[in-house]
């Protein structure tokens, strides 16, 4: 009887701790990242202005206040953390430490390493050139390009406040995988001639500063790169949530199911290609992909569009065209955006499993 007593407890044990668990998940998911406390703080206050929140406009007004506000706190919160962390990889660093890997462990450390580098794809541009320059593999340094707009740490929560941590941790380990693969074939393929002659007759020579930086300095580093980070991206963040609260409140649900839901098959497709004429980062897409999943796109579509958005924008292919010849660059979008499209139907394919 005692032993039946003390295994009857010990399973209660361990379903409490479990309970536990999933309620501090919860908490995370909802209350710090979602921030639901903030939206159910703007509608008490827009209800006491006298909006009403059941009308478009109401509704716009709440959207907007509430996504710009959040955001803005995500955005300031990760690039101070993000930017300290970077304090210990500056371009320098980073040179060194990817010359000593060779073959696949190189593009997998530059896939990694462009996690904790700039947001958007035109920041990742002059590391990339710096890093050709120093006569790292062509394709270790495209893995690093690939990689760094599209899976840096401040997507991974972003995408964790809107979709969950299922989604986020897989979204980023198949950015990963695409950067890697990326990578490597456009090493296979032998394209460093097709890299303008500025660049690979640059001088060569990888070194690393010895002067140690201060706690206090990088402190002021992450605290600078907010403010400068901030002034870029802020527009951006306003027009994207702009969007966002137009298609929440404006746009029929049936047209965007129609146009972006399962019973599309060129879907995915279509946003990934509608996505690579913009210019923003992961933090004004955030906003447009959570009002078209609350209308009804399948979730590797929205994911697509992120994607093609933050790794293919148009001002950046045309910096990177100063840089590699057109063969190479048709290449490089070619490979990326099959990557993105293959990436967005196995999200569509397993949706069932992550929502």
Not at 30 to 56: A, P
Not at 125 to 136: K, Q, W
Not at 324 to 340: H, R
């Amino acid at each position: 009887m005692t032993k039946k007593t003390n295994n009857t407890s010990k399973i209660f044990n361990m379903l409490g701790g479990n309970v536990m668990i999933v309620l501090i998940g919860e908490f995370i998911q909802n209350q710090i990242l979602g921030m639901k406390w903030l939206n159910d703080l703007i509608g008490h206050i827009l209800n006491i202005l006298g909006v009403n929140l059941s009308s478009r406009v109401g509704a716009s007004l709440h959207f907007f206040i509430y996504d710009v506000i959040k955001i803005g706190i995500l955005l300031c919160t990760l690039i101070f953390i993000i930017s300290y962390i970077q304090s210990y990889f500056p371009p320098e660093r980073s040179k060194k430490i990817l010359s000593k890997f060779k073959g696949i462990w190189g593009n997998i450390i530059s896939a990694l390493l462009g996690t904790v580098t700039p947001f958007c794809s035109c920041s990742s541009i002059p590391l990339f050139i710096g890093f050709t320059s120093a006569g790292l593999p062509l394709g270790v340094t495209f893995s690093f390009l690939i990689s760094s707009p599209m899976v840096d740490l401040g997507s991974l929560v972003l995408l964790m406040s809107i979709f969950g941590a299922k989604v986020a941790i897989v979204y980023v380990l198949l950015g990963l995988l695409i950067a890697v693969i990326g990578g490597i074939i456009i090493e296979k393929l032998g394209l460093e001639s097709e890299v303008e002659d500025f660049i690979l007759n640059a001088p060569r020579g990888i070194q690393i500063e010895d002067a140690k930086i201060e706690k206090r300095e990088r402190l002021l580093f992450a605290k600078n790169a907010v403010v400068e980070t901030f002034k870029k991206v802020f527009p951006y963040i306003l027009v994207g949530v702009g969007i966002g609260a137009i298609i929440h409140n404006w746009i029929p649900e049936t047209l965007i199911e129609k146009i972006l839901g399962g019973n599309n098959p060129l879907g995915v497709v279509l946003a990934t290609l509608v996505g690579v004429p913009m210019y923003a980062d992961i933090f004004g897409t955030i906003p447009i992909a959570e009002a078209l999943l609350s209308k009804g796109a399948m979730l590797g579509t929205i994911l697509a569009f992120m994607m093609g958005v933050t790794t293919l924008s148009l001002p950046s292919m045309i910096m990177l065209r100063k840089a590699i010849k057109p063969k190479l660059l048709y290449i490089f979008i070619g490979i990326t955006t099959l990557g993105i499209i293959i990436t967005g139907y196995i999200f569509n394919l397993l949706q069932n499993l992550f929502i």
